[in-house]
């Protein structure tokens, strides 16, 4: 197994002999397994072990169990203890999902404060047919069913050249000492589920099922890269992004095909699922305005674009201007000035900046968002009109509406900042005082 093992090192590329890698090691065969092939071929390492707490005094007999090992070995050692169910209730997420995320986060720090360069997981080949039908179950893009990489980013998984039983028994034949989860026979975590009792059925369909799913899931890897490929090319056509977020141009993406897997695979990153995506394309031919929410995101079908924001709730904070105020730096960078009023006065016409009639103001000025109904009578009008007819006007979009910010002098809106005055606060030929309020 060590000359497969090396050979599947070099065959993918996987790292260089002079890079150390940090081992992700649970004591259970298959990462005892590879902590025994790397220290072999005397690759340097470090190890890392997750103690989730899960499981009282046995999680605890793991961690001593691989801390031993390392100190019989010379070897670096770091251990976290986590309060997994805490943060999987925190975060309202599955105990499976909450361990790999408290994992992950913790070794990319070990990564950066160590100076390691790669981190190595013991997945095998097992389980990447058993993340297939995860992902096949849950309702999955190419990309899911395209199965575990050997090498994504920094992580490398150098034991995907083998399986569980080749593990197994390689472990019994060498005398490898490792710790048996008892977890792993609890089916109330679908992994477990799929290993112990779907997978053996699919076998009596047919006896070459797992070497036949390998072989499918490397074919859908190399579909996903042509794929891949095309869409990389079609999100250049109609995918655009500012500081707001993501903007899909829906003219553009309708003339593409097929439509459902094209958009799904543009919206997928954003938490977006499969099954909202036929709601999405019905809105296409709507009116403006349909939300649709992910976890953390919300797209709005606008009047030309596909709009994707991080999902936040209307903000009703105010901030406030005091007389004596000569600058403020959140949530806009703002500077107030005050100006006496001479012959050669001339106002600002720059968007960024407004001139003011002081003596028509009331402090403190406030500065918010705008609100449902709100009136003004804009510059060069005699009659007031919504704000909201106002931004239709302008063709701001929902989340363009929602980002302006409004300068108010008690109930009336003095500026809607950047864009336009309010004319009952302009200067006139009987201003004496004058306040400038410059953006930026």
């Known amino acids: 197994m060590v000359e497969q093992f090396l050979k599947y090192i070099h065959e993918e590329k996987l790292f260089h002999s002079s890079q150390r890698i940090l081992l992700a090691v649970s004591g259970g065969a298959d990462s005892m397994l590879m902590l025994h092939l790397f220290t072999n071929a005397g690759f340097p390492v470090a190890v890392a072990h997750c103690n989730?707490?899960?499981?009282?005094?046995?999680?605890?007999?793991?961690?001593?169990?691989?801390?031993?090992?390392?100190d019989k070995?010379?070897?670096?050692?770091?251990v976290k203890h986590f309060k997994t169910q805490d943060y999987a209730l925190e975060k309202g997420i599955s105990i499976e999902m909450a361990a790999r995320d408290l994992r992950y986060s913790w070794f990319d720090g070990l990564l950066v404060k160590h100076g390691l360069d790669l981190l190595a997981t013991a997945h095998h080949q097992d389980d990447v047919i058993e993340t297939f039908l995860i992902n096949l179950s849950r309702g999955s893009g190419i990309k899911g069913l395209s199965g575990i990489q050997s090498k994504s980013g920094h992580i490398i998984r150098p034991m995907l050249f083998t399986n569980r039983t080749e593990i197994l028994d390689y472990c019994v034949r060498l005398k490898i000492d490792f710790r048996t989860d008892s977890s792993n026979i609890d089916t109330v975590y679908k992994r477990n589920l799929i290993r112990q009792e779907i997978l053996p059925l699919l076998e009596q369909v047919n006896p070459a099922f797992r070497k036949n799913a390998l072989k499918t899931i490397g074919t859908l890897h190399e579909t996903g890269q042509l794929f891949q490929q095309r869409m990389s090319e079609i999100r250049a056509s109609v995918y655009s992004e500012d500081d707001q977020g993501v903007m899909i141009h829906i003219e553009k993406l309708l003339t593409f095909s097929p439509l459902k897997t094209i958009l799904f695979e543009l919206i997928r990153e954003f938490g977006f699922q499969i099954d909202q995506i036929e709601d999405i394309i019905d809105s296409l031919s709507k009116e403006s305005g349909r939300k649709f929410f992910s976890d953390e995101y919300r797209l709005i079908k606008d009047r030309d674009y596909l709009l994707i924001s991080p999902f936040k709730t209307k903000s009703t904070q105010v901030f406030y201007l005091e007389e004596d105020c000569h600058k403020i730096?959140?949530?806009l960078h703002l500077s107030i000035e005050k100006l006496e009023r001479t012959v050669d006065f001339r106002f600002s016409t720059h968007p960024d900046v407004v001139d003011l009639d002081m003596d028509r103001l009331v402090f403190p000025l406030i500065l918010r968002h705008w609100q449902e109904g709100e009136y003004f009578q804009p510059l060069g009008m005699t009659g007031m009109k919504k704000l909201s007819d106002f931004f239709i006007d302008e063709k701001y979009s929902i989340p363009d509406k929602e980002n302006a910010w409004i300068l108010a002098s008690g109930n009336q809106a003095v500026w809607i900042v950047g864009k336009r005055l309010d004319d009952r606060f302009k200067i006139t030929s009987k201003t004496k005082r004058i306040v400038r309020i410059r953006m930026g």
């Open 52 to 70: 989730f707490g899960l499981r009282g005094s046995e999680s605890d007999g793991d961690e001593q169990f691989v801390a031993d090992y390392c």
């Open 73 to 78: 070995y010379n070897l670096a050692f770091y």
């Open 329 to 331: 730096s959140f949530p």
